[in-house]
């Protein structure tokens, strides 16, 4: 059975840094392409980053430059690396598989991020 | 940038149909596939729809999805609304490496 486990998120003030962790079962993190994607309270779902199997990288244009995504396959976790953190960047944030045809098959059940002073 | 347009809300009554529609900028939607989630509050989004047109296991019939390159749209119909089909419904697709989801659709059956 496939499972994601978001954790790490909390309430952080503005400019400083979290790291958010997705524990994997089910699958092997290295095999696969993985994304966070994220939700503002109340507002929509918003795509952040991607880790692809080959270990290349991409983010969205509000978090580029601030945000590190990267994965240890000896422990199946996939990480979100946020500094200079943002008002703007509270959200709810999860983890997701990107499947083939760029589908999201299978999500985690999000961590609060609070930024705020 | 790509940026796809859904209605922010539509509603209707139980055992009737109800359709969102989901519209893609510079006419690219049929260059990717578009896939569909629904989002109960409180919980991560589920697949109701993937490339285009294909329902996951244990997803009714009654969800289907369609793709209009002239309208540069894809659409999710539910037919026989139930008030379980209540939620959030968000297209995505993709655009040069990047996943791009629409604004979301409020779902709500009277």
């Known amino acids: 059975e496939v499972q994601l486990v978001e954790s790490g998120g909390g309430l952080i003030q503005p400019g400083g840094s979290l790291r958010l962790s997705c524990a994997i079962s089910?699958?092997?993190?290295?095999?696969?392409?993985m994304s966070w994607v994220r939700q503002a309270p109340g507002k929509g779902l918003e795509w952040v980053s991607i880790?692809?199997?080959?270990?290349?990288?991409s983010y969205a244009d509000s978090v580029k430059g601030r945000f590190t995504i990267s994965r240890d396959n000896s422990k199946n976790t996939l990480y979100l690396q946020m500094s200079s953190l943002r008002a703007e960047d509270t959200a709810v944030y999860y983890c997701?598989?990107?499947?083939?045809?760029?589908?999201?098959?299978?999500w985690g059940q999000g961590t609060l991020v609070t930024v705020s002073s | 940038n790509f940026m796809l347009t859904q209605p922010h809300s539509v509603s209707g009554s139980p055992g009737k149909t109800v359709t969102i529609s989901c519209t893609g900028s510079s006419g690219r939607i049929a260059s990717n596939y578009v896939h569909w989630y629904q989002q109960r509050p409180g919980s991560a989004p589920t697949t109701v729809i993937y490339?285009?047109?294909?329902?996951p296991s244990g997803v009714p019939d009654r969800f289907s999805g369609s793709i209009d390159s002239s309208s540069n749209s894809a659409s999710l119909t539910i037919s026989g609304l139930q008030t379980e089909d209540e939620a959030d419904y968000y297209c995505q697709s993709y655009d040069d490496s990047k996943r791009v989801f629409g604004g979301g659709t409020r779902l709500t059956v009277l």
């Open positions: 089910g699958f092997s993190v290295s095999s696969k392409y």
């Open positions: 880790i692809y199997s080959d270990d290349s990288t």
């Open positions: 490339e285009d047109n294909q329902r």
């Open positions: 997701a598989r990107d499947g083939i045809r760029y589908h999201f098959d299978y």
